[in-house]
T-cell receptor, first 111, second 120 residues
Framework: SQQGEEDPQALSIQEGENATMNCSYKTSINNLQWYRQNSGRGLVHLILIRSNEREKHSGRLRVTLDTSKKSSSLLITASRAADTASYFCATDVQGAQKLVFGQGTRLTINP | EPEVTQTPSHQVTQMGQEVILRCVPISNHLYFYWYRQILGQKVEFLVSFYNNEISEKSEIFDDQFSVERPDGSNFTLKIRSTKLEDSAMYFC??????????????????FGEGSWLTVV
């Protein structure tokens, strides 16, 4: 599999519930970023976590990073209909000036 | 909040035609990028640009593609002779500092809204 793979590919939950998305990667990284993309729109940066950090919070978002398992998770608490979007993790590649994106998780929040 | 702006938002072009996609990166940023996303697929890196030259490019970025910073604010992507498989959303992005080899450099890359290119 490739760098930056999210699971699940699709997630549908009720408004108010928490949503958890996971990302796995293969190579060593410096940082991992999560982005949101509404259908047909641009990529909105959510949060960046450095490889020496284990957990980071931003509002209703909580990101964890486990470099030993080469995995990250994004938790959205108290989900809202407006959170409906695709969520991507993006990893850098050490020695390269680029981000490698996963396939994304399509999150649907049902009212 | 400062943002990356892209024009046009949509463009339809005939196969073989030249296309120029334009971007205005965030004003104090020094590193510029183009990515693309074919419908339903992953976002893919095309090229990074710093100090008026390409610093890295992917296999996708062949001789049909070129980038330019013609003035102090714009950053363009040119596709010389478009093919059907060039149909995609093209994202411009920028960052303030070098994003790469330095551990913990942690520079956020900001993306624009994208230019949707359809080649017919």
């Amino acid at each position: 599999s490739q760098q930056g793979e999210e699971d699940p590919q699709a997630l549908s939950i009720q408004e108010g519930e928490n949503a958890t998305m996971n990302c796995s990667y293969k190579t060593s990284i410096n940082n991992l970023q999560w982005y949101r993309q509404n259908s047909g729109r641009g990529l909105v940066h959510l949060i960046l976590i450095r490889s020496n950090e284990r957990e980071k919070h931003s509002g209703r978002l909580r990101v964890t990073l486990d470099t030993s398992k080469k995995s990250s998770s994004l938790l959205i608490t108290a989900s809202r209909a407006a959170d409906t979007a695709s969520y991507f993790c993006a990893t850098d590649v050490q020695g390269a000036q680029k981000l490698v994106f996963g396939q994304g998780t399509r999150l649907t929040i049902n009212p | 909040e400062p943002e990356v702006t892209q024009t046009p938002s949509h463009q339809v072009t005939q196969m073989g035609q030249e296309v120029i996609l334009r971007c205005v990166p965030i004003s104090n940023h020094l590193y510029f990028y183009w990515y693309r996303q074919i419908l339903g697929q992953k976002v893919e890196f095309l090229v990074s640009f710093y100090n008026n030259e390409i610093s890295e490019k992917s296999e996708i970025f062949d001789d049909q593609f070129s980038v330019e910073r013609p003035d102090g604010s714009n950053f363009t992507l040119k596709i010389r002779s478009t093919k059907l498989e060039d149909s995609a959303m093209y994202f411009c992005a920028s960052s303030a500092k070098y994003y790469g080899t330095n551990l913990y450099s942690g520079n956020t890359i900001y993306f624009g809204e994208g230019s949707w290119l359809t080649v017919v």
